[in-house]
């Protein structure tokens, strides 16, 4: 905790500047116990000034000493307000630090002329507390107090407050990369070793050291590396604080963390670092865009690299290199650049919709590259129309060829989808023809993708909805290769470098399942890869039960009943090809994570299972019928943590 109670921003207040003008005076740093002078209603603030985050909050960051105002006390239910006792307006500015909800005149400070707000400001939304600064030379001499607010229960439904000061200068704040980086690091580093010990954690998917992650971002192979970036809180294993962390690997599989590579410059407001992608200009360096969150509306930002390593990070100077507002129409939740290639010329697509989120507009919009060094960017059209008008909003929009055809993989809110067609490029416009899931599962979400040197697609996809509170959270899944199969359809398999985490197997060959008469694995594990062929037969159901207890009670099951794939709860229509006599299915399990592949990679299922640990056995079981397993193959896989 230590870490938070350090101001994020050198926030200078000095006794006089180099202009010469009169010292800062201190209205209130809440340094203090209890609130001493000032007045109290309500139940929100609590007994005193809070040291940091109170129980059940996120981390709060960015106030000065140890102390502020913190009105999360008793959660978001509680409101009240603060009233300072009355003072003279002496100098031309009030500027303090300001977090917590957005609610205009809810969750707020006012300053009170003659009982009025006179000036008012609100909180950003964010736990991490930013300069503000009222100009209020014209109310020199008045009569003044401060009122700090809370008055919304609910989602952001409190406000934090710090250092409020006169001034005759504007705060002076300095984006100070490295002690934000050192800071979030030893953050990550104290949840590291709580995530350790968690035994539901996977032990050979792409993970963070610790706390929060989301998805994965800016995959690229450069001087000799392959790396991934990621959403990330290092200040909690919720979402939040939005910093890209990155890791290098070798082979897709074996990872070393490296520091994180973009936190957001509150001095330049920027609150979060959302989604984005890598790419190489036009000199063969390497370059990130991302969404910068905190501006009056989001804007997209890039960053360069300060050495060969890739492990130092700076903001481009040209950020934002593009805007939401740089398009004829009006985007709304404008988001997650994606950067693709196309005779010759150098495209970026964005999510969002056209409708404010109501529904039946969610688009992909088109810009092209107007400088090599892609600090410019012109709108060229609206790439894509989601034909589902349930559909509200498309995130994380991937946009690529594949074998002949161009495909574009969304997050819609809700599980993944692909569509397959052809591309346009003079009149910037996706034709789609063939469409299916990227994932089905809902723990699977915004996917992202990346050509490596010998021409492969290589795909991660987030996977979520892990328990909180256990210092980690979120992971990617295995590296998926996608090609078109015969049918135009998509097909994903893992990455074979995967298969360099096997290690003992256990074979089998066309082993009769009868009812009542389940097969129980020797070995069984918590962390598998199994390749099943499931002949149905005569039965009406065959399955497969993963994590299955030592009793039998509790199990992730997977089930076939020649029409539907059940994949621990999530259904699958899936037929098998008249050519498929057997159903072919090839599973990893990573103790509370299961990724199923089945016939060849035509479907993806990705699962986060329950269950404790010592519900560790594998078994088959037939039902209505005799089925025949014509293959089952078992490997104990790894870990690589
Ligand atoms: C998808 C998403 C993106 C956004 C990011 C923020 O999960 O909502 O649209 O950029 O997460 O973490």
Same mark, same amino acid.
Request: proline fraction near 7%; hydrophobic fraction near 40%; charge should be negative.
């Given at each position: 905790?230590?870490?938070?109670?350090?101001?994020?921003?050198?926030?200078?207040?000095?006794?006089?500047?180099?202009?010469?003008?009169?010292?800062?005076?201190?209205?209130?740093?809440?340094?203090?116990?209890?609130?001493?002078?000032?007045?109290?209603?309500?139940?929100?603030?609590?007994?005193?000034?809070?040291?940091?985050?109170?129980?059940?909050?996120?981390?709060?960051?960015?106030?000065?000493?140890?102390?502020?105002?913190?009105?999360?006390?008793?959660?978001?239910?509680?409101?009240?307000?603060?009233?300072?006792?009355?003072?003279?307006?002496?100098?031309?500015?009030?500027?303090?630090?300001?977090?917590?909800?957005?609610?205009?005149?809810?969750?707020?400070?006012?300053?009170?002329?003659?009982?009025?707000?006179?000036?008012?400001?609100?909180?950003?939304?964010?736990?991490?507390?930013?300069?503000?600064?009222?100009?209020?030379?014209?109310?020199?001499?008045?009569?003044?107090?401060?009122?700090?607010?809370?008055?919304?229960?609910?989602?952001?439904?409190?406000?934090?407050?710090?250092?409020?000061?006169?001034?005759?200068?504007?705060?002076?704040?300095?984006?100070?990369?490295?002690?934000?980086?050192?800071?979030?690091?030893?953050?990550?580093?104290?949840?590291?070793?709580?995530?350790?010990?968690?035994?539901?954690?996977?032990?050979?998917?792409?993970?963070?050291?610790?706390?929060?992650?989301?998805?994965?971002?800016?995959?690229?192979?450069?001087?000799?590396?392959?790396?991934?970036?990621?959403?990330? #809180?290092?200040?909690?294993?919720?979402?939040?604080?939005?910093?890209?962390?990155? $890791?290098? =690997?070798? @082979? +897709?599989? !074996? %990872? &070393?963390?490296?520091?994180?590579?973009?936190?957001?410059?509150?001095?330049?407001?920027?609150?979060?670092?959302?989604?984005?992608?890598?790419?190489?200009?036009?000199?063969?360096?390497?370059?990130?865009?991302?969404?910068?969150?905190?501006?009056?509306?989001?804007?997209?930002?890039?960053?360069?690299?300060?050495?060969?390593?890739?492990?130092?990070?700076?903001?481009?100077?040209?950020?934002?290199?593009?805007?939401?507002?740089?398009?004829?129409?009006?985007?709304?939740?404008?988001?997650?650049?994606?950067?693709?290639?196309?005779?010759?010329?150098?495209?970026?697509?964005?999510?969002?919709?056209? #409708?404010?989120?109501?529904?039946?507009?969610?688009?992909?919009?088109?810009?092209? $590259?107007? =400088?090599? @060094? +892609?600090? !410019? %960017? &012109?709108?060229?059209?609206?790439?894509?129309?989601?034909?589902?008008?349930?559909?509200?909003?498309?995130?994380?929009?991937?946009?690529?060829?594949?074998?002949?055809?161009?495909?574009?993989?969304?997050?819609?809110?809700?599980?993944?989808?692909?569509?397959?067609?052809?591309?346009?490029?003079?009149?910037?416009?996706?034709?789609?023809?063939?469409?299916?899931?990227?994932?089905?599962?809902?723990?699977?979400?915004?996917?992202?993708?990346?050509?490596?040197?010998?021409?492969?697609?290589?795909?991660?996809?987030?996977?979520?909805?892990?328990?909180?509170?256990?210092?980690?959270?979120?992971?990617?899944?295995?590296?998926?290769?996608?090609?078109?199969?015969?049918?135009?359809?998509?097909?994903?398999?893992?990455?074979?470098?995967?298969?360099?985490?096997?290690?003992?197997?256990?074979?089998?060959?066309?082993?009769?399942?009868?009812?009542?008469?389940?097969?129980?694995?020797?070995?069984?594990?918590?962390?598998?890869?199994?390749?099943?062929?499931?002949?149905?037969?005569?039965?009406?159901?065959?399955?497969?039960?993963?994590?299955?207890?030592?009793?039998?009670?509790?199990?992730?099951?997977?089930?076939?009943?020649?029409?539907?794939?059940?994949?621990?709860?999530?259904?699958?229509?899936?037929?098998?090809?008249?050519?498929?006599?057997?159903?072919?299915?090839?599973?990893?399990?990573?103790?509370?994570?299961?990724?199923?592949?089945?016939?060849?990679?035509?479907?993806?299922?990705?699962?986060?299972?329950?269950?404790?640990?010592?519900?560790?056995?594998?078994?088959?079981?037939?039902?209505?019928?005799?089925?025949?397993?014509?293959?089952?193959?078992?490997?104990?896989?790894?870990?690589?943590?």
């Amino acid at each position: 905790m230590a870490a938070f109670l350090i101001q994020l921003l050198v926030f200078v207040s000095a006794a006089s500047d180099d202009k010469g003008n009169p010292p800062d005076l201190l209205i209130a740093d809440f340094e203090a116990p209890n609130y001493g002078a000032w007045e109290v209603t309500g139940t929100a603030f609590g007994p005193g000034p809070a040291r940091g985050a109170l129980a059940g909050q996120m981390a709060v960051g960015g106030f000065l000493g140890s102390a502020l105002v913190n009105s999360f006390f008793g959660g978001d239910g509680g409101t009240g307000t603060l009233l300072s006792p009355p003072f003279t307006i002496e100098r031309g500015r009030i500027t303090f630090l300001i977090g917590g909800g957005k609610h205009a005149g809810e969750t707020c400070i006012h300053l009170l002329v003659d009982g009025q707000p006179a000036r008012t400001a609100t909180g950003p939304n964010s736990e991490f507390l930013r300069p503000h600064s009222w100009n209020v030379a014209d109310l020199r001499g008045k009569s003044a107090r401060i009122q700090i607010v809370d008055r919304h229960q609910g989602g952001w439904g409190h406000i934090n407050i710090d250092h409020i000061v006169q001034s005759d200068q504007a705060p002076r704040v300095e984006d100070d990369r490295a002690a934000a980086l050192a800071r979030a690091a030893a953050s990550v580093k104290t949840a590291a070793v709580r995530a350790e010990q968690d035994r539901a954690r996977p032990v050979y998917h792409f993970r963070a050291p610790g706390n929060w992650m989301n998805d994965p971002n800016g995959p690229i192979q450069h001087g000799g590396w392959y790396h991934v970036f990621y959403q990330h #809180n290092p200040y909690g294993d919720a979402w939040g604080h939005m910093h890209w962390g990155h $890791a290098r =690997s070798r @082979d +897709l599989v !074996r %990872w &070393e963390h490296l520091p994180i590579a973009l936190w957001p410059s509150l001095a330049r407001s920027e609150e979060h670092c959302f989604s984005g992608c890598a790419t190489l200009d036009g000199g063969g360096n390497p370059i990130l865009f991302y969404t910068s969150i905190g501006h009056a509306e989001p804007e997209c930002w890039a960053a360069v690299p300060e050495d060969a390593d890739l492990l130092r990070w700076k903001k481009h100077p040209a950020s934002p290199v593009l805007t939401a507002g740089s398009a004829p129409v009006k985007l709304h939740e404008w988001r997650d650049p994606f950067i693709f290639r196309a005779e010759g010329r150098t495209f970026m697509v964005h999510g969002g919709n056209l #409708n404010a989120s109501k529904g039946g507009q969610a688009v992909v919009s088109l810009y092209e $590259a107007k =400088s090599a @060094d +892609l600090a !410019r %960017w &012109e709108f060229k059209s609206i790439l894509f129309t989601h034909p589902d008008p349930q559909v509200k909003n498309i995130e994380c929009p991937n946009f690529f060829p594949l074998g002949g055809k161009w495909v574009l993989i969304t997050s819609p809110h809700r599980a993944c989808d692909y569509f397959v067609g052809t591309f346009d490029a003079a009149a910037g416009k996706f034709h789609a023809e063939k469409n299916g899931f990227a994932d089905r599962s809902t723990n699977y979400y915004a996917p992202n993708c990346f050509e490596d040197s010998t021409g492969r697609r290589i795909l991660w996809g987030w996977i979520k909805d892990f328990p909180g509170g256990r210092g980690w959270n979120g992971c990617f899944t295995l590296p998926r290769i996608l090609s078109i199969g015969p049918d135009g359809l998509l097909r994903q398999v893992p990455a074979p470098e995967v298969e360099t985490l096997r290690g003992e197997s256990t074979s089998m060959a066309d082993l009769e399942l009868a009812e009542g008469k389940p097969y129980l694995h020797p070995t069984g594990g918590e962390t598998l890869e199994i390749l099943a062929e499931l002949d149905r037969g005569t039965a009406s159901r065959v399955a497969l039960r993963l994590r299955r207890s030592a009793d039998g009670a509790r199990a992730a099951e997977i089930a076939f009943d020649g029409e539907t794939l059940d994949v621990a709860g999530v259904k699958v229509p899936l037929e098998p090809a008249e050519s498929e006599k057997a159903l072919k299915l090839r599973l990893f399990l990573d103790r509370s994570v299961l990724e199923v592949y089945a016939a060849d990679g035509r479907e993806c299922i990705t699962r986060v299972l329950g269950g404790s640990p010592e519900d560790q056995g594998v078994e088959l079981r037939a039902s209505g019928g005799k089925a025949v397993l014509r293959r089952l193959d078992v490997w104990t896989l790894k870990p690589v943590w």
